[in-house]
Structure formats: C-alpha cells, structure tokens
C-alpha cells in the first residue's frame, strides 16, 4: 500500500471489486440465538440483530456474482488462549479458580460458537478466520491473507457494531485499508448503539454503504 498504489479518494474507486472484500463478523449462535449465551446467560434482547442476517446473506451473495472476495470471521474462546484482561472484563464477578470454558461466550468447539443456521453456508474459496479477540486482525493471518490478495478496500457486515465489527475496522484503517461500513448489514443489541458507532466510523475511519447501494456500483 506505498507510492505505487495511488489513494482512493472517490467511495466508487474504493469499492471497485477488484480490490475488494466483504467480512462477515461473529454471525454465530452465542450472539444472535435467544439460545445463545448472550439472551440465556446475559438476558441481553438478540431480536434487533436477527434481520441482518438476511441482509448479510444478501451481502455475500453479491459479491460472489461481482467477484468480490468473501472472509468469515469468527471467534472462539477458552480459557488457554483468552487474555487475562478479556477473562477479568467477562469473568470478573467470580473467583479465578471459577472461571472455565463452559462460562464463555463462543466457546470453541460449542454450538454457541457455531455460524447461525439461517447464514448462507461458506463456500471452500472463502476463508474463515477464528479469531480470539475482538478484532479480526488480532492473532491472526488476516492482514498477510489480504495484501497476498491485493486487497485494499474492507467492507463489514456482522455483529456486533461497537465491539467486534468497529475494533476489526478501525484496526483495518490503521493498517491502511478503506474501511467500510454496510449500514444494513451490521447489527447491535441496542439499535442507538448501533446507529452511534457507524457515526463515529463514518467521522473518524472510513466511509459508510447499504446493499442497495452496492448493487448499483457492482451491477
């Protein structure tokens, strides 16, 4: 991304498929089921992420008719490999010798960690990046898989807007990619959060799309 990659300074020139790629992020049971950990153990309402969903599948498919690149973020957790500070923010209220796997969200190898059913299967030419943090760069091969690909435009789909999808874009701008937002595609448990945080994305990191949109750039 130097001198011989010219800045993008018109959204139709960064959203050109041939530099670009759709993430969908942590679509998975533990964060959009009434099932899942965050409605069962957290009491938390998921039905406000519910239709993006179907807006996210809406997404992936037109990028696979525009040849646009697909990646699926997903986390996972344990114990092992989950920082003290991320256990200490989850897992706090208990004593250390209380804090096990089953206790985490999208513990690896559970169903809450799993993609929600509704989602459009992966295709194998798609990679799926487990990640675990909030941002998909964390950790991961991510960034190499990117630039090995020529990627420089990002677009973000998933939930949720102010913890995984914002600290995966704002990382993906401080590594130099556009960094954008599909309105419609990205979901909070609190809509106003949701609204506020692609606010502050659109001010401070990068530009901001819906799928209507997209599908006149990329028809």
Same mark, same amino acid.
């Given at each position: ?29 533990? /964060? ?38 697909? /990646? ?100 993906? /701008?401080?590594?130099? !990619? !556009? ?25 401070? /990191? ?14």
């Amino acid at each position: 991304m130097g001198r011989d990659n010219p800045a993008l300074n018109r959204l139709e020139k960064q959203l050109d498929p041939q530099h670009s790629a759709v993430a969908v992020i942590d679509l998975q049971n533990d /964060f959009v089921s009434a099932k899942g950990l965050l409605a069962r153990e957290k009491g938390l309402d998921v039905e406000p992420i519910r239709p993006v969903i179907n807006a996210a599948n809406s997404l992936v498919s037109l990028a696979r008719k525009s040849g646009v690149r697909v /990646f699926w973020l997903r986390v996972v957790h344990t114990i092992a490999d989950s920082p003290k500070n991320y256990l200490e923010k989850y897992l706090g209220h208990l004593p250390e010798d209380q804090w096990t796997d089953d206790k985490l969200l999208a513990r690896e190898g559970s169903w809450g960690a799993e993609w929600d059913e509704e989602i459009l299967p992966r295709l194998d030419s798609e990679p799926e990046i487990l990640k675990r943090n909030y941002s998909g760069f964390y950790g991961t091969h991510f960034d190499h898989m990117l630039r090995a690909q020529g990627v420089r435009t990002l677009l973000f789909a998933g939930c949720n807007t102010n913890v995984c999808v914002q600290a995966t874009a704002s990382d993906a /701008f401080y590594r130099g !990619y !556009y960094s954008i937002m599909v309105e419609d595609a990205c979901a909070s448990v609190t809509p106003e959060m949701n609204t506020n945080f692609i606010e502050n994305h659109k001010k401070w /990191f990068g530009d901001t799309t819906d799928i209507a949109a997209l599908r006149a750039y990329w028809g």
